[in-house]
C-alpha cells in the first residue's frame, strides 16, 4: 500500500515538475522576447494598439489556426477544433509557441516548427491535420534583434493563403502585386519563394486592379520582378507587361519615363523606378530614365536607384499605413517608425479604403470597429528587410 502511495505521489511530482518546467521556459523565453521588443523600441518607436491577445499558426502553405481565449480554432471559419480550460497561459511568439496549464494541471504546448503544427499534451505530441508542408524558418541567430525577425517572418508566412500572398487574409481576399512583391523580396532572403511561386507562374494579368479597379502604373514592374525569381523573360505574361508599360510612356527633354496613377495619385519616379527594376531583373532592354520631378513615394523605392531621388514630401505615414515611414526611413536611414507595443502582431494597417474589417471580427469585434488589420505583409515586409539591413 505505501509503495503504490508513493508511486502515485512520484508521479503527481514529477507531472508538475515537468508542467513548471514548461511554463517556466516559456516565460523566460517570452521574457528575453520582450526585453529585446523594449530595445528596439526605444532605437525605433512605438505604437499603441489594442490588448487583444491571439496568435496563429499555419505558415506557408499549411491550414491557417488561430489561438485565443483557450482553444485552438479554425481561421478561416471559426470552427473550435481543441479547447483548454487554460488557467494560465504564455504565447511566445518567436518561438511560435502558446504554453498553458489547465485547471486540472494538465500541461499543453501548441507550436509550429519547419515540418508541421503541433500539440503536445502531457509530454504527448501529434500533429495538426493539414499542416504538414516543409517551410524554412532561419533563427536568424546573428543578428541582434533575431526574436523580432522570426516573429515578423512569421506575419509574412502567415498570409500566403491558397498560394496566395495578400496583406493580411481576414479582410483581403486577392493578392496586391506592390505587397508581394515585397513579401517576395523577404521570401527570396529566407529560401521560401516556394511558397508563391504557382501564383507568380500563373499570372496573366498586368493589373491588380485592386485599388478602386484602376490599373497602377507600378504594377507592371512589379510583375515583371516577381516573374524574375521564379521564372524568365518567356513568361507568357511578359509581353502583355512591356505593352502595358507603353501606355504610361512619358517622353521630356530627359527621356521616356512611366508616369501613371498608383494609390490614386501620380508617382513617375516610383513607377518607372519599378518598371526599370523589373525589366532589369528579367535581362531586359530598359529604355527608360528617371524624371528628375519631386515625387512623394521615390523615396519608397529603396532597393536600387537612391541615386535618382528629388527631396520633396516624402509618404511618411506613421499611423494608419506605418509601412510609407517604414519604406521611407529606410531610403533615409533613418530610424522614425514604430512597431506595435504589443507582442503579437508587430505590424497593422488602418482604415484603408478597399479593406473590409468584417473579416477582423474573427480575431475581435475591437479590431473591427477599429477598422485595424494586424499583421500587414507590406508593413512587416518594410520592417524585415531594414532591421535585417542593420549592421
Not at 30 to 52: H, I, N, S, W
Request: charged fraction near 25%; aromatic fraction near 12%; proline fraction near 6%.
Amino acid at each position: 500500500m505505501m509503495k503504490l502511495l508513493f508511486t502515485i505521489l512520484l508521479g503527481l511530482t514529477l507531472g508538475a515538475r515537468a508542467e513548471d518546467g514548461a511554463i517556466q521556459s516559456a516565460s523566460t523565453n517570452r521574457l528575453r522576447y520582450r526585453t529585446e521588443l523594449d530595445a528596439f523600441r526605444k532605437e525605433f518607436g512605438v505604437r499603441q494598439m489594442p490588448d487583444v491577445p491571439f496568435f496563429q499558426f499555419g505558415m506557408g502553405p499549411r491550414t491557417k489556426l488561430l489561438f485565443k481565449e483557450g482553444a485552438l480554432r479554425s481561421a478561416i471559419t471559426g470552427e473550435v477544433l481543441k479547447p483548454w480550460d487554460a488557467r494560465q497561459t504564455i504565447i511566445v511568439p518567436p518561438d511560435y509557441s502558446v504554453a498553458l496549464v489547465t485547471a486540472d494541471g494538465k500541461s499543453v504546448r501548441i507550436f509550429e516548427d519547419d515540418t508541421a503544427v503541433w500539440i503536445e499534451e502531457n509530454g504527448v505530441r501529434s500533429e495538426v491535420k493539414g499542416t504538414r508542408a516543409p517551410v524554412r524558418l532561419p533563427a536568424f541567430s546573428d543578428h541582434r534583434y533575431s526574436s523580432m525577425l522570426r516573429v515578423l517572418h512569421h506575419e509574412l508566412l502567415m498570409n500566403v493563403i491558397g498560394g496566395l500572398p495578400v496583406p493580411n487574409f481576414y479582410v483581403y481576399k486577392k493578392p496586391w502585386y506592390r505587397d508581394g512583391a515585397m513579401m517576395a523580396l523577404c521570401f527570396q532572403k529566407t529560401g521560401n519563394l516556394d511558397v508563391i511561386r504557382d501564383w507568380v507562374l500563373k499570372l496573366n494579368e498586368p493589373f491588380d486592379r485592386n485599388n478602386g479597379g484602376e490599373i497602377e502604373a507600378d504594377n507592371p514592374g512589379q510583375a515583371l520582378f516577381l516573374i524574375s525569381l521564379v521564372s524568365d523573360k518567356n513568361h507568357p505574361l511578359v509581353p502583355k507587361l512591356l505593352e502595358a508599360l507603353k501606355k504610361f510612356e512619358t517622353t521630356n527633354e530627359h527621356g521616356v519615363f512611366i508616369k501613371g496613377r498608383s494609390d490614386f495619385a501620380f508617382h513617375p519616379v516610383y513607377q518607372t523606378k519599378w518598371a526599370q527594376f523589373g525589366l532589369r531583373a528579367l535581362g531586359l532592354p530598359d529604355p527608360y530614365v528617371i524624371p528628375a520631378v519631386p515625387d512623394s513615394y521615390s523615396s519608397l523605392f529603396w532597393m536600387d536607384f537612391r541615386e535618382a531621388h528629388v527631396k520633396g514630401t516624402e509618404a511618411t505615414d506613421r499611423g494608419n499605413y506605418a509601412y510609407l515611414g517604414w519604406a521611407t526611413d529606410h531610403f533615409l536611414g533613418e530610424k522614425k517608425s514604430p512597431i506595435s507595443n504589443r507582442d503579437y502582431p508587430l505590424t497593422w494597417e488602418i482604415r484603408a479604403s478597399q479593406a473590409d474589417y468584417r473579416g477582423m471580427e474573427m480575431i475581435s469585434p475591437l479590431l473591427a470597429r477599429e477598422k485595424i488589420s494586424g499583421p500587414h505583409t507590406w508593413h512587416a515586409a518594410e520592417v524585415f528587410l531594414h532591421v535585417l539591413d542593420l549592421k
